[in-house]
């Protein structure tokens, strides 16, 4: 269970990423409300899976579904740049992810 909610968890930190920048520096209600909520679920959802991963693994692939999220997302609605220097660096992320998993420190 704790994996399912960490994995939940990382979808939304990519979630109040995006609210934070739709919100123009906290200046648009709606978006920044959104950021708000998200942020809160997403946090506590990581303080849930913390109680039984170990800290290292559970905020690195926490961070890293984030961060993988966001900016694929960033590059698909907001029109950021797609390079091949932007996509190894982001297969790059899933491998450490990957490999902290496989060393037996995620269970």
Same mark, same amino acid.
């Given at each position: 269970m ?8 990382g979808?939304?930190?990519a @979630? ?5 920048k739709?919100?123009?520096?906290f200046?648009? +209600?709606?978006?920044? &409300? %959104?950021?708000v909520v998200?942020l809160?679920l997403s946090m506590?959802g990581?303080?849930?899976?913390l ?7 559970g905020?690195?692939?926490w961070? @890293? ?12 609605? +907001?029109d950021?740049? &797609? %390079?091949?220097l932007?996509?190894g660096?982001?297969v ?6 990957v490999?902290l998993?496989l060393?037996?420190s995620g269970?």
């Open positions: 704790a994996w399912l909610v960490l994995v939940v968890s979808l939304l930190e @979630g109040w990423a995006l609210a934070l739709s919100s123009d520096g200046t648009k +209600l709606v978006p920044t &409300v %959104t950021f998200l809160v506590g990581l303080a849930y899976a109680r039984t991963l170990p800290v290292g693994t905020y690195a692939v961070v @890293g579904i984030g961060a993988v999220t966001t900016a694929v997302l960033a590059m698909i609605w +907001l950021e740049p &797609v %390079t091949l932007r996509i660096s982001i790059l992320i899933i491998a450490g992810v490999g998993n060393s037996g269970h």
